[in-house]
């Protein structure tokens, strides 16, 4: 059995007393609009948020506080069980509270709800503790022996964190042995690879990728001297249809198998006509785009134009894989806790890390409630922005 015990000291417990009207007209605000931008969870609650501060009790503003903070902290976690009240509680005195009940998911520690209640807890200057027996725990809000609210949290099978959602996106896929990577495509784990135009998949590889439809996002030099052919050295043609590029651009687009994204490696600067045919071939191959200029240049401007499917990952926080089980603590409590971005791309580097770290996510994920995402799916779409001749 776990306690939670927040105290704090005579003199902070005293100075709520001296709470003036406006701060708990800004705790009102914050509750209802918490109700109204997200999930309305209760009509009673609803109803007594709305009423004047002027009808409301020293006794009533201290529950209406103790309620309000319950209500954002269930909301802050966006759970798929709303907030109920399980039932209203009159004391000795005659002063009453209500007691909440929240579902929470049963893979997640109840710390993470406890730790956030206690620190707006705090920051009103109330008191807040839990007891944990692990399949369930009990809160109270209290002003010296004066109970605001309680809460239930309890276990459930069906509770869901909504709108975790994670892509993984493998770097330098060559590093990997061939065994090594059947491994990984064999456990099933959702991912994306980046390919390179002049290193790629050939025979059980190649079949494996196909068959488990795992993204390739092409990587392409701009300039079509740098394109290697297969039996031929870089620069060099080792046959005919070098010469024509649209044999060409064919032959780089299927080199990987269900390549859905694509970008070009801009350093050594591009061949106009190269990148041109490259574009109109996606295009009939309905590849993506791939956009990550800080400001669009002629190739991003060239793919527009022709109507590609235009993508961007510069607002989706990365978190790159690490060696240990130190990352998967950290992934957990960013992916859990409000206040952090609920969607990331998982960014897997093997030349820096073993592929048990890859292997174990997919069980690990699923522990915690996070969803996978394609790598498409989990990208901003472009809509707009002019063409640069």
């Known amino acids: 059995m776990m306690n939670f015990p927040d105290r704090i000291s005579r003199s902070e417990r005293k100075r709520f007393k001296n709470v003036k009207k406006t701060r708990i007209a800004l705790a009102l605000a914050l509750a209802l609009s918490l109700l109204v931008v997200g999930k309305t969870y209760l009509t009673d609650i609803e109803r007594l948020l709305s009423r004047s501060l002027a009808r409301i009790s020293e006794n009533g503003e201290f529950t209406l506080l103790a309620d309000s903070i319950i209500v954002k902290t269930s909301a802050d976690f966006q759970l798929s069980d709303s907030l109920s009240v399980d039932s209203v509680i009159t004391t000795i005195d005659g002063l009453s509270y209500r007691r909440f009940r929240q579902a929470w998911p049963r893979k997640i520690p109840f710390e993470f709800y406890i730790r956030r209640l206690q620190k707006f807890c705090r920051e009103q200057g109330l008191l807040c503790d839990c007891n944990d027996s692990g399949t369930i725990a009990n809160c109270s809000i209290r002003l010296d022996n004066r109970v605001g609210a309680e809460l239930i949290l309890e276990q459930s099978r069906k509770t869901r964190l909504e709108n975790r959602q994670i892509s993984v996106l493998v770097k330098n896929p060559g590093a990997l042995k061939n065994t090594e990577l059947l491994e990984l495509i064999e456990t099933g784990l959702p991912f994306a690879y980046i390919g390179s135009a002049n290193t790629y998949p050939a025979g059980k590889i190649k079949k494996a990728l196909a068959s ?157 409630d996070i969803n996978f995402l394609d790598y498409i799916g989990l990208a901003d779409t472009v809509l707009s922005f002019q063409r640069i001749d």
Request: hydrophobic letters at 35%.
């Open 212 to 368: 488990a439809n795992i993204t390739a996002i092409l990587e392409l030099p701009g300039r079509k001297s740098d394109i290697i052919e297969p039996g031929g050295k870089k620069g060099k043609s080792s046959n005919k249809s070098r010469n024509n590029l649209s044999v060409l651009a064919t032959d780089i687009l299927g080199r990987h198998p269900n390549t859905k994204v694509l970008y070009f490696d801009k350093s050594n600067g591009y061949d106009p006509p190269f990148v041109e045919e490259i574009i109109r071939k996606s295009v009939d191959k309905g590849i993506a785009y791939l956009y990550d200029s800080i400001e669009p240049d002629f190739i991003d401007s060239l793919a527009y134009s022709y109507g590609l499917n235009i993508i961007s990952m510069k607002n989706i926080a990365e978190f790159n894989i690490g060696r240990s089980d130190e990352f998967r603590v950290k992934l957990t409590y960013e992916m859990t806790s409000p206040g952090f971005s609920h969607q990331r791309l998982l960014v897997a580097d093997m030349e820096k890390i073993k592929i048990e770290s890859l292997i174990k996510l997919k069980s690990f994920a699923h522990k915690v």
